[in-house]
């Protein structure tokens, strides 16, 4: 099985402007205690980008772990967006159209694509403003969306639900833009296979990590020192020395950092039963769900 050397979590925003304040960075080692790392101010997605292509060029021995979705649900209709004759094949096609829908759109944001008359169809933007091919409910699910919420492993959103605390579907976009930006200078799995040597992205849940450290669904978020270092702990990681931050998304990186580098070493997480060759291209899947 491969190992990896470094672990990063990068928990990810949609929101408007160039520093939003739900971007945070952890990184842990092979043993020891998880660090936030990032520049004096805070994270911009471009930055975001800019350190990925760092250990692109490095080639460094690193998993780095997104909590966004990389891809849209696809399996259930064969398409990401019925009636749009340039719905993309695929996933990195998505990435592309996204890019390229969203190129005057200023740090890495998505609205252009939103504001789309096809793409605008499939989502729920607001209250009373629902696209007419909007599924109704909660939204279309990816199959490993649907399989979390029956196994009970997570709780994920539809991708085309753009209303409420919970909705993925805005930083899913901005993060598909930095995905096609990054133009394949490092693997992603499933999209990929995973390379023998050098960096790797996964997507990730933050709250399964959570779940995992043992924190009820309910109260997943952790604002104190202590109920990190309690958590960290789970997973056989040291509570940090330092913290300059101490809000719910830097925890949700610290926490995730361990946890990735636990989970990395469990083989079935790599080899979830559901997951085809087809799903792999276009819907991806969340690692840690299987």
């Not at 091919?133 to 919420?149: D, M, P, T, W």
């Not at 805005?170 to 990929?192: A, C, E, N, Q, Y």
């Not at 789970?234 to 101490?246: G, I, N, Q």
Request: aromatic content about 8%; hydrophobic content about 45%.
């Amino acid at each position: 099985m491969r190992r990896f050397s470094r672990f990063a979590c990068i928990d990810w925003s949609g929101a408007v402007g160039e520093f939003p304040s739900g971007l945070a960075l952890a990184s842990i080692g092979p043993d020891g205690a998880p660090e936030l790392i990032g520049p004096e101010k805070r994270w911009s997605r471009q930055a975001v980008l800019d350190w990925l292509l760092e250990l692109a060029d490095a080639g460094e021995d690193i998993l780095i772990g997104l909590d966004l979705s990389l891809g849209f649900p696809f399996n259930d209709q064969g398409s990401f967006f019925p009636e749009w004759s340039d719905s993309p094949a695929d996933a990195r096609a998505l990435w592309a159209l996204v890019d390229e829908l969203c190129a005057d759109d200023r740090h890495l944001a998505a609205n252009s694509f939103l504001a789309h008359p096809e793409a605008r169809r499939h989502f729920r933007h607001a209250k009373g403003d629902v696209g007419d091919l909007f599924e109704g409910g909660i939204g279309r699910l990816r199959e490993v969306e649907r399989h979390q919420r029956v196994t009970k492993q997570a709780n994920s959103w539809s991708c085309f639900n753009l209303v409420g605390a919970g909705q993925v579907g805005k930083s899913s976009l901005t993060g598909m833009r930095m995905m096609h930006r990054l133009s394949g200078r490092i693997p992603v799995w499933p999209f990929d296979p995973l390379p023998k040597r050098g960096p790797a992205i996964i997507e990730i849940y933050t709250t399964m990590a959570a779940r995992a450290a043992g924190l009820p669904a309910n109260t997943s978020k952790i604002r104190d020192a202590e109920t990190l270092a309690q958590a960290l702990a789970k997973f056989d990681a040291e509570a940090p020395s330092l913290l300059h931050r101490l809000d719910d998304h830097a925890t949700d990186a610290l926490l995730t950092s361990a946890w990735m580098r636990k989970a990395s070493q469990n083989l079935a997480l790599w080899n979830p039963e559901l997951l085809t060759p087809e799903i792999a291209q276009t819907e991806g899947w969340t690692f840690g769900v299987i």
